[in-house]
């Protein structure tokens, strides 16, 4: 009996060398992962039914007084039977695929195992397809609970030979024979089974952990790329974006280079061949084409998939991907490789796996422009709306003054009109000069100070070079008109000071007076809701600070203080952007 375990060792050195050789292909551990297909399991029954026909061949011929040590079995005597590693393969085969697949790994061991020969050739068969049904099903409800860890693995196979062992007893005849044989191959095939079921196991939860850990490499590269990549495709697929996109991912990916395109052409094609394939209308490859119109992803393997006219185009394999918007083909994703081993299945889910978070990055793009334009258009109706009491009081000024002093009437006219001019314009637009703001301020300052000459004054104090920064319409008009018509009631003159300037990254605005200020409980809703108020209702500074915050998000910053009898502080900040004309900020999703 002792004798056997070396004997028994060798042969399961032997079938751990192959299951090490299999677990190196990419086939046999897609079929190890938890769910399986139809034919996968199809493949678990044959590959594990050829270990245990291995294990039949490589078995230790035991006659009724010796042990005689082989190299290779062929067939067995009738009165004598074999001490092999069989349950091993078969147990685990069938944990794996679950009591189907297992009664067809035993079908096929048994099968074999019986027309070896050798009087235990019944009742190893019969132990062959009972160890597959068993273990199967004891596998499946294993594996709803939790998953099959190698202790448990081992207990199985034990089990599995321990039957084994009863099975050769009961079926075999005469008893004292099989008796003799149990006591003989019994507790060394018990040992050496239980120690192979082990080291097996450790060779397919090596597999499975680094398939989880391949996964979860991909899956935080995915994560890391689409995070570096949201803010340019924020504003959809456009040149600009796309090219700093593909730069990154040709950065952060092993493709040799990176290009995207929508539904009418090349938008960026960064890396080994951008000397002849460029930004351009139109495509020059049937596979982009394909994906367009199909939706599905595909691959090329050599330069002929690929079908680059330029002869000495260095790529030879392609993954294109398509990036989809509600459910329509906008775009494609493509990975170039320069060798076709390059593109492995890694590679390509990853390029799976980007493709469907930058689709869901231009939705979630849409979405936010389609919720700026609306705020945009409710916005752009409030301004377009002219204060009626303004109106009126401005027409009845000049009316008076046509009569006394007709040169200030006609100017006062001018200043009208140039007020309703602002203000139809700044509707249209989202972004204008501060210069452009400033005017319309005292286009409505000229016309309240016909009515109220010695009022209030307001005093200017703007940084020179500032008149081409961009900020939102109808900013600081508000705000002075608020100081204006809340600040100075019952007041016999007020000051309005308005001062602008800028640091290394921001435009700051303040408007100041020093009229009655806000009480304590009024200043902590301000600017975020509406308050009850017989002098107004605080929506114009919700209005402005909802534009700012929608338009430049946390780089704005918008704050009031105040101090009742002392006056109050409007203070803004917003990113410093100039340029020579009119600005318009997001123009869309797509250029």
């Given at each position: 009996?002792?004798s056997?375990?070396?004997?028994m060792?060798?042969?399961?050195?032997v079938?751990?060398?192959v299951?090490?050789?299999?677990?190196?292909m990419k086939?046999?551990?897609?079929v190890?992962?938890?769910?399986?297909?139809?034919?996968e399991?199809?493949?678990?029954v044959v590959?594990?039914?050829?270990?245990g026909?291995?294990?039949n061949?490589?078995?230790?011929k035991?006659?009724?007084n010796s042990?005689?040590?082989?190299?290779?079995?062929i067939?067995?005597?009738?009165?004598?039977?074999?001490a092999?590693?069989?349950?091993?393969?078969?147990?685990i085969?069938?944990?794996?695929?679950?009591?189907?697949?297992?009664v067809?790994?035993?079908?096929?061991?048994g099968?074999?195992?019986?027309?070896?020969?050798?009087?235990?050739a019944t009742?190893?068969?019969?132990s062959?397809?009972?160890?597959?049904?068993i273990?199967?099903?004891?596998g499946?409800?294993?594996?709803?609970?939790?998953?099959?860890t190698?202790p448990?693995?081992?207990?199985m196979?034990?089990?599995?030979?321990?039957?084994q062992?009863?099975?050769?007893?009961?079926?075999?005849?005469?008893?004292?024979?099989?008796w003799?044989?149990v006591?003989?191959i019994g507790?060394?095939m018990?040992?050496?089974?239980g120690?192979g079921m082990?080291?097996f196991m450790i060779i397919?939860?090596?597999?499975?952990r680094e398939?989880e850990?391949?996964?979860a490499?991909?899956?935080s590269?995915?994560f890391?790329i689409?995070?570096?990549?949201l803010?340019?495709?924020?504003?959809?697929?456009?040149?600009?974006?796309c090219?700093?996109?593909?730069e990154?991912?040709?950065?952060?990916?092993?493709?040799?280079?990176?290009?995207i395109t929508?539904?009418?052409?090349?938008?960026?094609?960064?890396?080994?061949?951008?000397?002849h394939?460029?930004?351009?209308?139109?495509?020059?490859?049937?596979?982009?084409?394909?994906?367009?119109?199909?939706?599905?992803?595909?691959?090329?393997r050599?330069r002929?998939e690929?079908?680059c006219q330029?002869?000495?185009?260095?790529l030879?394999?392609?993954?294109?991907?398509p990036?989809?918007l509600?459910d329509r083909?906008?775009?494609?994703?493509?990975?170039?490789?320069?060798n076709?081993?390059?593109?492995?299945?890694v590679?390509?889910?990853?390029?799976?796996?980007?493709?469907n978070?930058?689709s869901t990055?231009?939705e979630?793009g849409?979405?936010?422009?389609q919720?700026?334009?609306l705020?945009?258009?409710?916005v752009?109706a409030?301004?377009?709306?002219?204060?009626?009491?303004f109106?009126?009081?401005?027409?009845?000024?000049?009316?008076v003054l046509?009569?006394?002093n007709?040169?200030?009437a006609?100017?006062?006219?001018?200043?009208l009109s140039?007020?309703?001019?602002?203000?139809?314009?700044?509707?249209?637009?989202?972004?204008?000069?501060?210069e452009?703001?400033?005017?319309?301020v005292?286009?409505?300052?000229?016309?309240?100070?016909?009515?109220?000459?010695?009022?209030?004054?307001?005093?200017?104090?703007?940084?020179e070079?500032?008149?081409?920064?961009?900020?939102p319409?109808?900013?600081?008009q508000p705000?002075?008109?608020?100081?204006?018509?809340h600040?100075?009631s019952k007041?016999k003159?007020?000051e309005?000071?308005v001062?602008?300037s800028?640091?290394?990254?921001?435009l700051c605005?303040?408007?100041r007076?020093?009229?009655?200020?806000?009480?304590?409980?009024?200043?902590?809703v301000?600017?975020?809701?509406?308050?009850?108020?017989?002098?107004g209702?605080?929506?114009?500074?919700?209005?402005?600070?909802?534009?700012l915050y929608?338009?430049?998000?946390?780089?704005?910053?918008?704050r009031?203080k105040?101090?009742?009898?002392k006056?109050t502080?409007i203070?803004?900040?917003?990113?410093?952007?100039?340029?020579?004309?009119?600005s318009s900020?997001?123009e869309?999703?797509y250029?």
């Open positions: 009996m002792i056997l375990i070396p004997l060792i060798e042969r399961v050195g079938v751990l060398i299951a090490f050789l299999l677990a190196q086939s046999f551990r897609k190890i992962d938890q769910s399986q297909t139809v034919k399991k199809m493949i678990l590959i594990f039914g050829l270990f026909v291995m294990s061949y490589t078995g230790i035991i006659h009724p042990i005689t040590e082989n190299s290779w079995l067939a067995i005597e009738p009165d004598s039977a074999i092999n590693t069989r349950i091993m393969g078969i147990t085969g069938s944990m794996l695929g679950g009591p189907v697949v297992g067809g790994i035993g079908l096929i061991a099968l074999h195992r019986y027309l070896m020969g050798g009087f235990t009742a190893c068969a019969i062959a397809i009972l160890a597959g049904g273990a199967g099903y004891v499946m409800v294993r594996k709803r609970r939790g998953t099959i190698a448990f693995a081992v207990m196979g034990i089990i599995m030979e321990i039957t062992m009863g099975l050769i007893l009961i079926v075999t005849k005469p008893f004292d024979i099989a003799n044989l006591k003989v507790i060394p018990i040992i050496i089974n120690l082990l080291l397919i939860q090596n597999i499975l398939r850990k391949t996964r490499l991909q899956t590269k995915a890391y689409a995070d570096q990549t803010p340019f495709f924020r504003k959809g697929l456009n040149p600009e974006s090219q700093r996109v593909a990154l991912m040709l950065e952060l990916t092993d493709a040799d280079a990176i290009a929508n539904a009418e052409g090349v938008l960026a094609h960064v890396g080994s061949a951008s000397d394939h460029k930004p351009t209308l139109g495509f020059s490859t049937e596979l982009t084409k394909k994906v367009l119109k199909e939706g599905t992803v595909l691959m090329a050599s002929e690929i079908l330029n002869e000495r185009c260095p030879r394999a392609a993954v294109v991907l990036l989809r509600h083909t906008v775009g494609t994703l493509k990975l170039y490789f320069n076709p081993s390059q593109l492995t299945e590679e390509r889910e990853l390029a799976e796996g980007l493709a978070l930058f990055q231009l979630l849409e979405a936010e422009q919720s700026k334009l705020k945009d258009a409710e752009k409030l301004q377009a709306q002219i204060h009626p009491h109106l009126f009081n401005a027409i009845n000024t000049i009316s046509c009569r006394t007709p040169e200030k006609r100017k006062l006219l001018l200043e140039h007020f309703f001019r602002s203000n139809l314009q700044g509707a249209r637009q989202m972004l204008i000069s501060l452009k703001e400033i005017e319309h005292k286009a409505y300052l000229s016309l309240e100070q016909a009515r109220f000459p010695d009022r209030y004054e307001v005093d200017w104090s703007i940084e070079g500032l008149e081409n920064q961009l900020l319409p109808f900013v600081l705000l002075v008109e608020n100081s204006i018509r600040a100075f007041m003159r007020g309005v000071k001062e602008v800028a640091d290394d990254v921001h605005i303040q408007v007076d020093n009229g009655h200020g806000i009480s304590a409980d009024k200043l902590q301000l600017g975020k809701e509406t308050v009850v108020s017989t002098h209702t605080g929506t114009a500074l919700v209005n402005i600070k909802e534009r929608g338009i430049y998000g946390k780089e704005a910053t918008f009031i105040s101090e009742e009898e006056g502080s203070q803004i900040k917003i990113p410093l952007k100039q340029t020579g004309g009119y900020y997001d869309g999703i250029s």
